[in-house]
């Protein structure tokens, strides 16, 4: 019998190599360790047709020697003897190749594949905080806020649009009437109908022709948008 344990998740891959070992160690009556060294067509033959003086079965370990896709060819190619062997052979690894995995399926070997899950590694970060950083023009905690969205993985286009948002909601409620919403969240459009304060009309103009010329600027060869944010930053 040929089981192949492989996978990216190595916890899963290890753990679920030692399950196998335990189980298959007592039906057997001997363990053999298969070193790269030692891999070859003929060893596999041969430790594939080897049986006791009394039936004897023998558990032979393939454990991460397999790297070599040469390697993995020997083994493939001897599959069909390994599933059909009175012993066990046990393989683990971290990956096997595509075509490889394909030739040990149509042999009839035991295969478990373990993948390891996907995990948001951006830390987590509020990017309306600096919608509400350019309404204080707070410059620096608007630089801050900037880079610390950078660290935690924010595209500098994502960081633009946010700020261009926030202009844009500023300038819908500089000059509307009290009460007046303009479409918005009552919380947001009362805190930004306070932002709005903090800039003339012209300024909050300027604020939106800097950040869509800096887009178009950036993305036609000219000047990186996260340099043009700090520029933007320190003009406010």
């Known amino acids: 019998m040929l089981h192949i344990i492989y996978g990216s998740d190595r916890d899963a891959t290890r753990t679920q190599f030692h399950v196998t070992h335990d189980v298959v160690r007592e039906k057997c009556s001997d363990e053999?360790?298969?070193?790269?060294?030692?891999?070859?067509?003929?060893s596999?033959?041969?430790?594939?047709?080897?049986?006791?003086?009394?039936?004897?079965?023998?558990?032979?370990?393939?454990?991460?020697i397999l790297e070599k896709k040469e390697n993995q060819e020997v083994v493939a190619a001897r599959a069909k003897?390994?599933?059909?062997?009175?012993?066990?052979?046990?393989?683990?690894?971290?990956?096997?190749?595509?075509?490889?995995?394909?030739?040990?399926?149509?042999?009839?070997?035991?295969?478990?594949?373990?993948?390891?899950?996907k995990t948001n590694a951006r830390p987590a970060f509020n990017i309306f905080s600096l919608g509400d950083a350019l309404g204080r023009r707070s410059k620096k905690e608007l630089w801050v806020?900037?880079?610390?969205?950078?660290?935690?993985?924010?595209?500098?286009?994502?960081?633009?649009?946010?700020?261009?948002?926030?202009?844009?909601?500023?300038?819908?409620?500089?000059d509307a009437p009290a009460g007046v919403l303009c479409g918005l969240n009552p919380f947001i459009a009362k805190k930004t109908r306070e932002f709005s304060k903090n800039y003339s009309k012209e300024e909050i103009i300027d604020l939106s022709r800097a950040l869509v010329a800096a887009y178009h600027y950036a993305h036609n060869g000219g000047e990186p948008m996260d340099i043009a944010l700090?520029?933007?930053?320190?003009?406010?």
């Open 44 to 64: 596999l033959a041969e430790a594939a047709s080897s049986v006791g003086l009394f039936g004897e079965k023998t558990l032979f370990v393939l454990d991460n």
């Open 81 to 117: 003897d390994l599933v059909l062997s009175p012993n066990y052979f046990l393989v683990c690894e971290p990956s096997l190749e595509k075509e490889i995995i394909e030739a040990l399926e149509k042999a009839g070997a035991n295969i478990q594949e373990y993948v390891a899950q």
């Open 230 to 236: 700090e520029r933007f930053v320190l003009s406010i």
């Open 32 to 42: 053999v360790l298969i070193t790269e060294g030692s891999l070859s067509d003929n």
């Open 145 to 174: 806020l900037c880079h610390e969205a950078l660290d935690a993985g924010c595209e500098p286009e994502e960081i633009s649009g946010t700020l261009f948002w926030s202009v844009k909601n500023m300038m819908l409620l500089k």
